[in-house]
Structures are given as C-alpha cells and as structure tokens.
C-alpha cells in the first residue's frame, strides 16, 4: 500500500469515529486504537535506534520511564537500515 493509500484510509477511519451508528463509530475507534499501538512501537524503536534514553521517549509520550521501559525493554526491533 502506497503512502498516500495508507493516508487516505487512515482519514476515511478517522472520520467514521464521528458516526452517529455506534456500530461504526467503535469499530473505528478500535481500529485507531491499534494503529496508535503500532505506530508508538515504531517511533519507540527508531528513537533507540537513535540512541534516545528510556527517559526522553517517556517524556516525549507522557509516560513515566518505568512504563515505556516496562512495555519495550527486550523487544527485538527489526531495525531496518
């Protein structure tokens, strides 16, 4: 999927969570919730990659280190180079 198919569809989804049918408006929450997941675990992965502290990539999303450190710590990264 090209860049600007995978925009285009992360807008449609957007969009459906203001729907007043509940049944599309949760499936469309359900499904930013899991690609907030995937996108934290990549920019997770590219800070380490890039040397940042546990301590600087809880700052930057809010957590305290323990919590990012607790939920990455011991990932393999398939760092791609």
Do not use: C
């Amino acid at each position: 999927m090209g860049e600007a198919a995978a925009s285009s569809e992360v807008t449609q989804v957007a969009a459906a969570t203001s729907s007043q049918d509940p049944e599309v408006g949760l499936a469309a929450v359900a499904a930013l919730r899991g690609l907030v997941e995937v996108l934290e675990a990549l920019q997770v992965e590219n800070a380490r990659a890039k040397g940042w502290s546990w301590r600087q990539i809880a700052a930057r999303l809010g957590v305290t280190k323990q919590a990012v450190h607790h939920k990455y710590a011991g990932r393999r990264f398939g760092l791609r180079r």
